[in-house]
């Protein structure tokens, strides 16, 4: 029995704690709010139950008194409860009501602090709170509440006068009020104002102005809540500070099609360089249901002069069946390890295995060509590969007069989550870029998304890994717009990041630093 609450941070999960992850991995149930990222409950053990109980304005799934009895039901259950809270629990999230409720009710509990959005979203706009030169206080104010009433809680003239920095939040509705009651109150109408909207995330924007014309930006801009304003002399820092909006994929939303478990390093890196990463795996990797094939092949492993792994899934789920049999790499000393591309023989490597090829191109007919100067004649060549692949590799070395075992150990199956979220999102024309790793993925994305919405939205791209997945996406009457010369995923990102950002200066020491990074 024991609750933590934890600070899910302001939105970019990357900003989370090591030990809020931790108390996550932990936990038997987990509670969680509209502000943190779903991309964060990755982490949470996939036989725990999840609890949305977001609040939104006009919209609450659950009231805060049964959110407290939630947490404290759970617990005595015997369970061990992960409140998860967008920004800090203590910094206007009602962290302190939970924390008594858990207190009165004798549940243990601790708090894992997170980073506020007060402070996050500021500062990916490129305003510190605090300057040697601008600021040495800052005062954090709810404008949730009236500033025009009578009894405000507010000091109106201590606000204007006493503090260097000041940080509203939730204050939209009442920003025209804030701004008048402020300048009333003394302070110069030209101090400069800024608004931040969902700070580090993806979407965020941001806009300068002045105390006097925030209000009328505003809404010239379109600014709702989640809002952070920010009035003072920091503002003015913006222009230096400002990176990461400058990033050269920022305000770019990109769909990635690959399975949750191989997309990892590619979200990574989209993200890296300020893209919107939309999730939207079309396959799911999943264990054989019949290892009867790969249990023989096994048995008589030593028969084997080359083993081929076309894939990083093939080699994760060859060594999983390995161990599960009592064998390791050892099992493998007297044959010679091929692997396609750079990504899978980093997986080969892993296995504490050197490749003995890797083709210069990274498609079946390049492995084929390759290994036939090998003299393949009349050798044993093992293929674990995924149930379903092409079959141009074992006809080609079939032809070649090689002995060809191929065996399936893994299965890749459909999986169209958040279909609904990703038509609206084109049919709105938000999506800049869709990508596709493999046909597989195309067919599956196709059959999923209707095309005529596909057609219709105008800003869209298509990008590609390779000639094989292009000609497949050609099959359904679209153009790859993006193809890199390397058949690889670090080759995909920078290309993407190149055509999405013509108009930067590509020989700068920031936007090189960046294509490293996709590299």
């Given amino acids: 029995m024991f609750v933590y609450l934890i600070g899910a941070g302001p939105g970019d999960p990357g900003l989370i704690t090591c030990k809020g992850l931790d108390a996550l991995s932990r936990a038997d149930v987990v509670v969680y709010d509209y502000l943190a990222s779903d991309v964060l409950l990755d982490n949470v053990r996939a036989d725990a139950e999840k609890i949305y109980v977001g609040k939104i304005a006009g919209n609450h799934a659950m009231k805060q008194e049964d959110i407290n009895a939630l947490l404290v039901e759970k617990a005595k259950e015997g369970k061990i409860v992960a409140r998860l809270k967008g920004g800090d629990p203590y910094i206007f999230g009602r962290g302190g009501e939970e924390g008594r409720a858990l ?142 909006e400058k990033r050269p994929l920022f305000g770019k939303s990109v769909v990635v099609t690959r399975s949750r478990e191989q997309a990892s390093e590619m979200v990574t890196m989209l993200m890296a360089l300020g893209a919107n990463v939309i999730q939207y795996p079309t396959i799911s990797i999943e264990k054989m249901e019949d290892y009867s094939l790969l249990d023989a092949a096994l048995d008589r492993i030593a028969e084997f002069s080359w083993i081929i792994f076309t894939s990083v899934n093939g080699v994760r789920h060859f060594a999983r069946r390995l161990r599960e049999k009592g064998l390791d790499s050892r099992a493998l000393a007297h044959a010679k390890i091929a692997a396609i591309g750079p990504v899978t023989r980093k997986e080969v490597e892993k296995l504490g295995i050197i490749p003995d090829f890797v083709p210069e191109t990274f498609v079946a007919e390049s492995v084929a060509e390759g290994l036939c100067k090998f003299a393949v004649q009349d050798k044993e060549i093992l293929i674990p590969r995924a149930l379903e692949s092409r079959e141009v590799l074992p006809e080609v070395l079939a032809n070649a007069g090689a002995k060809v075992t191929v065996v399936p150990v893994y299965r890749t199956v459909k999986a169209h989550a958040r279909k609904e979220e990703l038509v609206q999102a084109l049919e709105e024309d938000r999506i800049d870029c869709i990508t596709f790793a493999s046909s597989s993925t195309v067919r599956n994305f196709m059959e999923s998304i209707p095309q005529d919405v596909l057609k219709k939205a105008g800003r869209v791209r298509f990008a590609s890994i390779g000639p094989i997945t292009t000609k497949t996406l050609e099959e359904f009457g679209f153009k790859a717009d993006i193809e890199p010369k390397d058949y690889t995923i670090p080759a995909l990102l920078a290309d993407i990041t190149v055509y999405f950002s013509k108009e930067t200066d590509m020989q700068s020491p920031y936007y090189q630093s960046l294509l490293k990074i996709a590299k």
């Fill in 103 to 244: 207190f009165d009710a004798g549940v243990p509990f601790c708090e894992i602090p997170g980073i506020s959005s007060t402070i996050a979203g500021p500062a990916y706009a490129g305003i510190p709170l605090t300057d040697r030169t601008a600021a040495s206080s800052v005062t954090i104010i709810t404008g949730h509440e009236d500033p025009a009433k009578p009894d405000s809680v507010h000091n109106w003239e201590a606000l204007a006068k006493g503090a260097s920095t000041l940080v509203f939040v939730m204050g939209m509705k009442n920003l025209p009020d804030i701004s008048k009651n402020l300048i009333h109150a003394g302070m110069d109408p030209q101090t400069p104002a800024a608004l931040v909207h969902w700070g580090t995330m993806p979407t965020q924007k941001s806009l300068n102005s002045t105390l006097a014309d925030l209000p009328d930006a505003a809404v010239r801009e379109g600014f709702k809540n989640p809002s952070v304003i920010v009035v003072g002399n920091v503002v003015s820092l913006r222009d230096k500070l400002n990176w990461n």
